[in-house]
């Protein structure tokens, strides 16, 4: 009986352990944020792609655009875009002020600027 208490032991901290990982892998599903929004295949138009990792790549419709984002519940949060310096004569290049973003009710990404205004929205193109 003395070598099975060692071994129940074992079992029993090994149980713990796996759902102690399991538990920290729950909820941990793919976040509506990520994927492609806008128009990808258009340059000329904004698009922007939200990885899983936390990086976004994309376009103003001019510039092409790098950075980060960050989910906060039902918001994103943008770490700052860098952008090329190309110039574009007729474009607004409202994305590449991006500060927070939402998904709407119609399932638009609607992006909004450091002061809370709306600048523009993005549909998905998942």
Do not use: H, Y
């Amino acid at each position: 009986m003395v070598q099975t208490q060692p071994r129940m032991f074992r079992v029993v901290s090994l149980a713990f352990v796996t759902l102690a990982f399991l538990a920290g892998c729950a909820g941990s599903g793919t976040s509506p944020f990520v994927g492609a929004w806008g128009e990808p295949n258009d340059a000329k138009k904004p698009s922007l792609d939200l990885k899983s990792d936390g990086s976004a790549t994309g376009t103003d419709g001019c510039n092409r655009l790098i950075g980060s984002w960050k989910e906060d519940g039902k918001t994103v949060s943008f770490g700052g875009f860098s952008s090329s310096r190309m110039a574009c004569e007729g474009v607004d290049t409202w994305l590449s002020n991006a500060a927070t973003a939402r998904i709407q009710e119609d399932g638009k990404l609607a992006v909004f600027g450091q002061d809370g205004t709306q600048l523009g929205t993005l549909g998905s193109s998942k």
